[in-house]
């Protein structure tokens, strides 16, 4: 039985976990990582810890395996960012500017984005001004979680979102587009897809 619920501040080391192993466009980074926290840094803990009653956990007998997070309003979620999650982080992450970029590392690059976080592109943000992102541990791929998680979220958020994918990661594409998403085209670098529903 796998349950669908509310994040809670305990699940917050899950997060970490399932944010690194999905880490390499779906697949595990954890060897690519000295720092096994900084992506979840990124992606994951700011969400659950300033939108909290915007996440969602699915979690079978083995633990939390899964979770769908985000926020209704990006440019807001952004500015909140600023001011009050990556002034710590930044005091720990030294910037890696100086490091050219084909020598910088998956920690140097993550290091890179915490001083110089990217901004959703505005057209995106026009279209569906919330954005989520959704991330499961192989075990619940492939068992209706996906759809599941989804489906409560986009209930919460009044239906109409967007999300970046990585180029690379198509499994990621085609549940999305049978999903409902639909593609945003010429926006951003290549290696970005971006999508939203409801808009």
């Not at 690194?20 to 690519?32: F, M, N, P």
């Not at 926020?71 to 710590?88: G, H, L, S, V, Y």
């Not at 549940?175 to 593609?183: A, D, I, L, T």
Request: charged share 25%.
């Amino acid at each position: 039985m796998v349950e669908i619920r509310p994040y809670r501040p305990d699940d917050l080391p899950a997060l970490y976990d399932i944010c690194l192993k999905t880490g390499d466009e779906g697949r595990d980074a954890t060897h690519l990582y000295r720092d096994p926290r900084i992506i979840g840094d990124i992606y994951a803990a700011p969400y659950a810890a300033l939108h909290p009653e915007y996440a969602f956990v699915a979690e079978d007998e083995t633990g939390v395996a899964a979770y769908i997070l985000g926020a209704p309003d990006t440019r807001a979620f952004e500015a909140r960012c600023e001011a009050q999650w990556w002034p710590a982080l930044r005091a720990r992450h030294p910037d890696t500017a100086d490091i050219p970029a084909p020598k910088r590392t998956r920690d140097d690059w993550d290091a890179f984005h915490i001083h110089r976080p990217p901004t959703n592109p505005q057209a995106v943000v026009d279209l569906a001004p919330a954005h989520l992102h959704i991330d499961l541990l192989p075990r619940l791929q492939g068992r209706g979680v996906g759809k599941a998680l989804m489906d409560r979220w986009l209930a919460r958020i009044g239906g109409r979102a967007h999300l970046g994918c990585q180029a690379a990661n198509t499994r990621a594409q085609r549940f999305y587009e049978v999903y409902g998403f639909r593609r945003i085209a010429d926006v951003g670098p290549p290696s970005v897809v971006w999508m939203a529903i409801g808009a």
